[in-house]
């Protein structure tokens, strides 16, 4: 079964082809430098690069894959969370395709696309399936818009054991990297500036740590950091050294995954389950990653993360692939008339 998949929920401009699970083209256009210099996604000018861009990240990924439009069985397109005027773009794009091939459109959310993500396969087939998996399994959904701990019970039914209370872990490693000059969006900067500093340089908090629930916060942490480089510097940020940079992303680095983590053993803890899946775009990040496997391992559970970065990041092939999932487990598609984008759409309504 072939599928195309359409996200638009953000500032990348997606279109994927699967065969069944397994990934023939993932195109994803970014827009990092129409928002750069305004040092966050600016709404208006996402939604007009999602218009030029979609015509041609469209036929780039029918042209890789090798795959006509009458070949095309079913379409998936995110509905939510997202932009309102971002989503409205990729979900006016599917509706028009549906009608024009006739071939069924399931309407998917974004959050469980990213949950999905580390379950794509490679064209020849490589890599786990869904139906690999132990349910329940658990997920750890770390982006720049969302940090969620999840119980999935089953395909479509999750439940949101944690999140943030305030910043997104990705928020947070952009805001603190743009402290230390690094640009945006700079949480891939700061790791990598993070692996050259020592973790015990500087003390920053561990907020919530102690909460009681699954929840974590960020919010208190950039703070922290903020007033920390104020302190080093003598008020005078501009002055740090190139040691005192790499030592403060790595603490920042450190505080900023040992809140999760923790989090994270809680609900190893109350949910003994044998698989955890990694999605989002800090998935990327090895320390993460690193940290989060061996946590897994020692409650007797395997990390799944996305095999490239691009399926970490918001991309067209996760809203396919769990459309396939979808249909084999025999969810209906969505009626056209009634569709419309949900910018606040929650996973546990999935
Ligand atoms: O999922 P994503 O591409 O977009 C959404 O936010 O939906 O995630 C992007 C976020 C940005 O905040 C970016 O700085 C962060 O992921 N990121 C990283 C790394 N690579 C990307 N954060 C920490 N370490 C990384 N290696
Ligand atoms: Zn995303």
């Known amino acids: 079964m072939i599928i195309l998949g359409i996200d638009t929920s953000c500032d990348d401009t997606s279109v994927a082809l699967l065969r069944d699970d397994c990934i023939l083209a993932n195109i994803v256009s970014s827009?990092?430098?129409?928002?750069?210099?305004?040092?966050?996604?600016?709404?208006?000018?996402?939604?007009?690069?999602?218009?030029?861009?979609?015509?041609?990240?469209?036929?780039?990924?029918?042209?890789?894959?090798?795959v006509a439009l009458q070949d095309i069985d079913a379409l998936a397109v995110t509905l939510g969370p997202g932009l309102a005027i971002s989503l409205e773009v990729g979900l006016k794009k599917a509706k028009q395709l549906a009608e024009e091939l006739s071939i069924p459109l399931y309407a998917i959310n974004h959050m469980e696309g990213h949950l999905l993500s580390s379950l794509a396969r490679t064209s020849t087939g490589r890599g786990t399936k869904l139906s690999d998996l132990s349910l329940p399994f658990l997920g750890l959904l770390v982006s720049g818009g969302h940090t969620e701990v999840i119980l999935a019970n089953a395909l479509g039914s999750y439940e949101v054991l944690g999140q943030t209370v305030d910043d997104a872990l990705g928020e947070a490693f952009d805001k603190v990297a743009r402290m230390l000059g690094l640009g945006y969006p700079g949480g891939a900067a700061l790791a990598k500036l993070a692996q050259q500093g020592n973790p015990s340089a500087y003390t920053l908090p561990i907020p919530m740590r102690g909460s009681g629930d699954m929840n974590v916060s960020y919010s208190g942490l950039k703070t922290a950091t903020r007033n920390l480089i104020y302190e080093i510097t003598d008020t005078h940020p501009d002055e740090l050294t190139k040691q005192q940079i790499v030592d403060i992303a790595a603490t920042f680095q450190q505080a900023a995954l040992k809140t999760i983590l923790l989090k994270m053993e809680k609900a190893l803890i109350a949910h003994p389950v044998k698989d955890v899946v990694l999605g989002g775009g800090v998935a990327a990040n090895l320390e993460l990653r690193k940290q989060l496997r061996s946590l897994a391992q020692r409650y007797g559970a395997k990390l799944h993360v996305p095999r490239q970065k691009k399926l970490a990041s918001d991309n067209g092939a996760m809203i396919a692939l769990a459309a396939y999932w979808r249909i084999q487990h025999g969810f209906p598609p969505s009626s056209l008339n009634e569709l419309d984008r949900q910018p606040q759409l929650n996973i546990a309504g999935a």
């Open 31 to 66: 827009q990092d430098d129409i928002h750069r210099e305004w040092g966050g996604v600016v709404p208006n000018l996402a939604r007009h690069a999602h218009e030029t861009n979609f015509e041609r990240v469209y036929q780039t990924a029918l042209r890789r894959a090798h």
